[in-house]
């Protein structure tokens, strides 16, 4: 099991404060191929056959880098490159991304079904050896950050340096202050899992309150002056404030 | 929330395998292709032995099964049984686990109640975290839209008021609550007024999933007898 270093086309996911855009209000049923993509992945979860759902995250966003770069090692086909893939669509991407990562499939295999399937011929149905367990079983490390630095109460600094690969704090919040108001425990490291890295940090975790003006300035509307934002961050992404 | 609707049956299910009749044209429909490519890799995993077509059936159905009544029950409970709220308040899981509902694949759930001085809303800005176990396998599509996730943090007073007609008083304190990490988040709405004893399951009905999500209150009596 190799570690999936930041690919080129990796992107943060955005945050666009100045959008307007309407919600959409219907709320479209979900197509059959989205809940089936999305139980096939529970499944293979609940199996243990995959890892968290943090791979899965990470090759969400190297998703949209492909589209945006038209990089595309993956295959598209050319009447569906114009445009971003949507929710469902996007997840099959990234399934399908991860279960080839952990040698699940290869693209050749999912290249020969798929044409086999539109030119119908009938299925080879040989069974194959079923093998148990993930395939990625890092080693956790637990001294690191064995005693949790901040206090309820204590006053952090986010960092205000992006990181390349899958990052699990917002942007909209580097740099920004704001106070630790709970710690919610220790968790494994969502951007060591995401990467498939051998060794995985247990990281203590904390909800953090800011002000809103703080986050937004200027930009703060004047009636949520007063309002706050939650947001749990990991140790390593915060500094101290004297 | 009504149950999910027919339309979703798939292709394969409304036309029997062995009636293979459709043309071999290349598929140029957006449908059609992630059908098929989805359908590839579980027919892929299904043939290696990594799982059975009947166990992804099954899966699809408990995940249809899992309804925003479920987070409806313990808002209920919480609502006419103080102990239960504050246990509830203190470790969600171990609360739902009292009343045999399953959150086995949610790590940590904090539950957060809205009072006459705070409100909650939630959001996940980094992709579309949501108690799924709890309320439900897909969210709704405004709260997987980038419009949503970009505006509620910033304006969460104007996205309530123009989006969701729900005003929040100024004197009430707005908590927006970013769902970026392992936690999920639910809300137990105010309960509604000229509710004085209702019994639960009564009351079961005045919970709308988006009072669950802090985008609207529960729903008055009022509203409910229409």
Known sequence: ?242 | MPNQPEQNKSPSEKEPEASHDHSHEPISDDEAYWVQRTRVIQTLLERKGYFTAAEVRQEIEREDSVTPMLGARLVARAWVDPGFKDRLLADGKAACQEMDIDTVEIKRLEVVENTTSVHHVVVCTLCSCYPRAILGYHPPSWYKSTAYRHRVVVDPRGVLEEEFGTIIPDDVEMRVMDSTADTRYMVIPVRPDGTDGWDESALTSLVNRDSMIGVSFSSSPDESLN
């Open chain 1, 1 to 242: 099991m190799k570690e999936v270093p930041p690919n080129v086309y990796h992107q943060p996911i955005p945050h666009d404060p100045q959008d307007r855009a309407d919600m959409p209000k219907a709320e479209k049923a979900v197509s059959f191929f989205e809940k089936q993509i999305v139980s096939i992945h529970n499944l293979m979860r609940a199996k243990q056959q995959l890892p968290s759902f943090d791979s899965v995250r990470r090759a969400a966003e190297e998703i949209d880098g492909r589209f945006d770069s038209q990089n595309f090692s993956v295959d598209i086909p050319a009447f569906l490159r114009s445009r971003l893939p949507r929710y469902g669509e996007r997840r099959v991407l990234a399934v399908e991304t991860v279960l080839c990562e952990l040698g699940y499939l290869t693209r050749e295999e999912l290249r020969q079904e798929f044409d086999q399937a539109n030119s119908d011929k009938a299925d080879d149905t040989a069974s194959l050896p079923q093998s148990p367990g993930s395939p990625y079983s890092p080693e956790i490390d637990q001294d690191t950050y064995a005693n949790p630095s901040y206090d309820v109460g204590d006053l952090v600094r986010v960092v205000n340096q992006i990181k390349a690969g899958h990052i699990r704090t917002p942007v909209y919040l580097l740099g920004k202050q704001g106070k630790v108001v709970r710690f919610q425990g220790t968790f494994l490291n969502p951007e060591d899992l995401a990467h498939f890295k051998p060794q995985v940090l247990q990281l203590p975790l904390y909800l953090v309150e800011f002000d809103m003006t703080e986050v937004w300035g200027a930009r703060c509307p004047s009636r949520s002056r007063q309002d706050k934002l939650q947001v749990e961050i990991y140790e390593p992404w915060l500094k101290p404030i004297p």
